[in-house]
């Protein structure tokens, strides 16, 4: 079981909700300070003041490029990011353009993620793929790119996608990456058990903004046998289940619901829950 020292050096403490002011990242910070987050992750407007806040402390600033959608220009991106690093940020989560990759637009992506690498200079980068808008095979392609052109991680989700992370999806991008880039996890992430359950699949970053309540849960958590961490049913935690149409394109959410028709769990979920 991991111990608390090793938990919290694994999260980014995160507030990207377009209606928080100064007193919640403020806030924020205070948190991270007192619990020893590793990062606190803000939208770049808020870069500079929680570089103040957190001045004197080892809780870096990560902020975000690109966010939520990912659809604007390179150029914006890359200022974006740049302005970030100048103004304190030591990381920077960029949202892939994830209509050019389902496009197959596969040098685009390469050379937009590319661009926001150099500006980042020293800061390390994180690319979001939004892996609820892509098939196993397009995590693939996707998480192949990030790495060539130059990003240091991957990244599952933004949070305002149609879900968020699953451990199939981190399985997939920790085989896809290998062991020297960093996988993280991100989007609905609530507790500990989930928290767990993300870092068994390969996951070697959080980010979440339960990260307190989380904590508050863990000695708990830490003590319960290690059968009750792991999913009772594999399709519990399968983001198939969690396909909508009202949230995804068509196609897409007929790719969802065609593999969980052929999942071998299938009939071993459907008489749990009828």
Known sequence: MIEKEQLVKMIDHTELNSHSGEKKISNLCDEARKFGFFSVCVNSCYTRFA???????????????GFPLGACTTATKAFEAGKSVEEGAMEIDMVMNVGALRDKRYSYVK????????????????VILETCYLTDEEIVEACKICVDAGAQFVKTSTGFGAFGAFPDHIRLMRKTVGPHIGVKASGGIKNFKEVWRLIQAGASRIGMSAGVTMLEGFTLFKYAPQAWLEPEIPCHVCPSRHASLGKLPKALYTYYKQKCSSCPHKDEYNKFYD
């Open 51 to 65: 570089a103040e806040k957190l001045f004197g402390s080892d809780v870096l600033v990560c902020t975000v490029a």
């Open 111 to 126: 050379e937009d993620i590319a661009e926001v690498v150099k500006a980042c200079g020293p800061a390390l980068l994180k």
